[in-house]
């Protein structure tokens, strides 16, 4: 899996996700904290839950990802809704892969540490318009190494 977040314009994102079979194009806008939500989200299933979403408001369309979890293993979708306020059943699943929980939360790791290092973290507050998400970007990396530890030990 491979993710990027691509700032375009004063509080709006263009998220792409992609594998070697199918691609997706999301748009994020700052109006709901859309990375510090996903990042959260792959967190939660780094310690265990099962389910956990995220949610990028695209005003008025909205892109809905929903991570499953079972084991090692992850189930990712993402639903494009009319709505932010819609059910799952009335959104358009645009992608979804099932990928070992560790090559998810790398990619997304990967992403978010490129983003740093191509607008620097004074630069991403002042396109996106909200301070670039340190702290969740620096627990799921915890989360993630501790866990990387655990199984190697």
Not at 69 to 92: A, F
Request: with cysteine; hydrophobic share 35%; charged share 30%.
């Amino acid at each position: 899996m491979r993710m990027t977040w691509t700032l375009d314009g004063h509080g709006w994102a263009d998220c792409t996700v992609e594998n070697h079979q199918t691609k997706a194009e999301l748009t994020a806008s700052y109006i709901t904290s859309a990375p510090e939500d996903l990042l959260t989200a792959l967190a939660r299933l780094i310690t265990g839950e099962r389910e956990a979403s995220a949610q990028f408001e695209a005003e008025p369309t909205a892109y809905r990802w929903t991570f499953y979890r079972e084991g090692d293993d992850s189930w990712v979708r993402v639903l494009e809704l009319r709505q932010g306020s819609d059910h799952d059943n009335k959104g358009t699943e645009i992608w979804s892969a099932q990928l070992p929980i560790d090559a998810l939360v790398r990619s997304v790791i990967r992403c978010f540490d490129e983003v740093a290092r191509s607008y620097g973290e004074s630069s991403y507050r002042s396109k996106w318009g909200e301070h670039f998400p340190r702290t969740e970007l620096e627990a799921l990396r915890r989360l993630w190494h501790a866990r990387r530890r655990r199984d190697d030990a």
